[in-house]
């Protein structure tokens, strides 16, 4: 069953959406804010997104712009704006589609529908020397089969340092990748959450994980 984040400021509207797609057959998870939406997306991680582009405190632009920056995980993106400048700065975002407001529920169950149909399995992000492998999109790490618990955020940095075997990330860019939604983190951040990632890989393992400090550079998994 595929799982869809709707995330809009207007009740009326988003009510009525959800409960067509819920007659679809689909699980939607609801929210009225780009926080929560935000919230939403990184415990449950859906299929798809659909999210009004002004919403209140975290817009809806910067609420594409994170989804974008951890997955690629489709995300429409609906606004009342016409202009063909606001259009073209959603897809700049990366947004998926754009659909201007108003629309029909029936209309944009049948994008999301369309949609659907071309979102591919997941992709595993595997060592398999190491017996390692995440799942992006359930957020699931395991290691020889058997279940690695780890923080979101231990998580998103495991993620990126597999996605990208070998890249030396810089302190600045994890946390600019990871730590979007927190404000006030410093590169000790970063070092005390590696540190503690790497000390579960190397009690799972039984063994010295993969992750290495490039030491004035930043962080890299080496494969």
């Known amino acids: 069953m595929h799982r869809i984040l709707l995330v809009e400021d207007e009740a009326p509207l988003r009510e009525a959406l959800a409960a067509?797609?819920?007659?679809?057959?689909?699980?939607?998870?609801?929210?009225?804010?780009g926080e929560t939406g935000w919230r939403l997306f990184r415990l449950h991680t859906p299929d798809l997104v659909v999210l009004d582009r002004k919403l209140p405190g975290l817009s809806g632009e910067e609420l594409c712009r994170r989804i974008k920056?951890?997955?690629?995980?489709?995300?429409?993106?609906?606004?009342?704006?016409?202009q063909e400048?606001?259009?073209?700065?959603?897809?700049?975002?990366?947004?998926d589609d754009y659909v201007r407001k108003p629309y029909s529920v029936r209309e944009m169950t049948a994008r999301v529908q369309a949609r659907l149909r071309q979102v591919r399995p997941s992709r595993l992000l595997e060592d398999r020397a190491k017996g390692l492998s995440l799942d992006p999109e359930a957020r699931t790490a395991q290691l020889a089969g058997a279940v690695l618990a780890l923080t979101p955020h231990e998580f998103d940095l495991l993620a990126l340092f597999l996605g990208r075997p070998d890249q030396v990330f810089s302190r600045q860019e994890?946390?600019?990748?990871?730590?979007?939604?927190?404000?006030?983190?410093?590169?000790?951040?970063?070092?005390?959450?590696?540190?503690?990632?790497?000390?579960?890989?190397?009690?799972?393992?039984?063994?010295?994980?993969?992750?290495?400090?490039?030491?004035?550079?930043?962080?890299?998994?080496?494969?």
């Open 174 to 223: 994890l946390l600019e990748k990871v730590w979007v939604d927190t404000l006030e983190v410093s590169d000790r951040t970063v070092d005390a959450h590696v540190k503690n990632l790497r000390a579960k890989l190397k009690t799972a393992l039984g063994d010295e994980p993969s992750l290495v400090t490039i030491y004035g550079r930043g962080y890299r998994w080496t494969v």
């Open 69 to 82: 920056g951890l997955s690629k995980v489709p995300v429409l993106v609906a606004t009342s704006m016409i």
């Open 85 to 95: 400048e606001a259009v073209l700065e959603g897809f700049a975002l990366g947004a």
């Open 20 to 33: 067509y797609l819920r007659r679809e057959g689909l699980t939607v998870d609801e929210a009225d804010d």
